[in-house]
């Protein structure tokens, strides 16, 4: 690895004594090589729709004016460029709310097997588009935790919907719960949440990066599917603020499994 130090020299004046000292600013340097990075992510994924969007306010304004067919075209391609940047905006000020509150521990009592009925509840729409079909193998049981639930839907949500996505026509996604009594990591009681489907699969090269911001497995298969590549970066921080862990198992061809693993009630964390 590679380490950045800060050098000064010094001199005593009274004794004429130089000092040379290194400070360790690896840290520091890293940090702003990813802020750097970002930003240059973020500029990057905004004009590409809109550089299409000009184009396409330039073709209307001029060639297809008086072209009715093309207008109504153009007009739904610009239409779906402009919901693309609305996505990656909402998707980065989500966040940036999640970074800022990362560090407040969240108190309010919570049921995750309402979280996850809701979650069901909501994508059905998109699982019946898709005919996918959701399983739950879960009961009914309340499962207690201190929690934002609104994130923990947020969680869930972008977890089920990426299987959905990306699992393809005709699959069927799963979402079962299992409580371990003494998880080995949090030291106590744990949730355990898997969302399973049986789609294409994720080659194990890209599995360790999957959570960082913009990187996608698949970048030509996200975009297409309206991805802004920050849904998982999103759930990584959430389950950070809620002292959980993301595991994610996958093989190219075999489906994938993304396991949530949140402390209950009890834990030591
Ligand atoms: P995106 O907006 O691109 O879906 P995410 O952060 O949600 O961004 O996911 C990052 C990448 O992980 C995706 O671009 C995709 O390549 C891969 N991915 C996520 N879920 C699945 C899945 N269930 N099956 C296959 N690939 C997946």
Redesign the pocket.
């Known amino acids: 690895k590679e380490l950045t130090f800060d050098v000064t020299l010094r001199m005593v004046e009274a004794t004429g004594t130089l000092i040379l000292s290194f400070q360790d600013i690896t840290h520091e340097a890293e940090a702003g090589q990813m802020r750097r990075d970002f930003v240059a992510n973020v500029s990057h994924e905004l004009r590409t729709p809109l550089t299409a969007l000009m184009g396409f306010i330039e073709t209307l304004s001029g060639p297809a004016k008086d072209d009715p067919a093309a207008r109504e075209r153009f007009l739904n391609i610009m239409s779906g460029e402009a919901e693309r940047m609305n996505r990656l905006v909402g998707d980065l000020l989500s966040l940036s709310r999640v970074e800022a509150e990362e560090r407040i521990k969240p108190t309010t009592s919570v049921n995750l097997t309402d979280i996850l009925t809701i979650t069901l509840r909501n994508l059905n729409p998109l699982a019946v588009d898709n005919d996918v079909k959701l399983v739950a193998e879960f009961g009914t049981d309340p499962l207690p935790l201190r929690g934002d639930p609104d994130q923990l839907l947020q969680v869930f949500t972008?977890l089920v919907e990426?299987?959905i996505k990306?699992?393809g026509k005709n699959n069927t996604v799963e979402i079962k719960t299992e409580t371990s009594l003494r998880d080995p990591a949090l030291r106590g009681p744990a949730m355990r949440v898997s969302v399973v489907?049986h789609?294409?699969?994720?080659d194990p090269v890209h599995l360790p990066r999957?959570t960082e911001r913009f990187?996608?497995?698949?970048s030509h298969?996200?975009r297409a599917l309206g991805?802004?590549?920050?849904?998982?970066?999103i759930v990584k921080h959430i389950l950070s603020r809620h002292r959980g862990r993301l595991k994610i198992m996958s093989e190219l061809g075999k489906g994938?499994c993304f396991k949530v693993i949140l402390p209950l009630d009890g834990a030591e964390v």
């Open positions: 972008n990426n299987a990306y699992g489907d789609g294409p699969g994720i999957l990187y996608r497995a698949d298969r996200s991805g802004t590549g920050l849904g998982l970066a994938a």
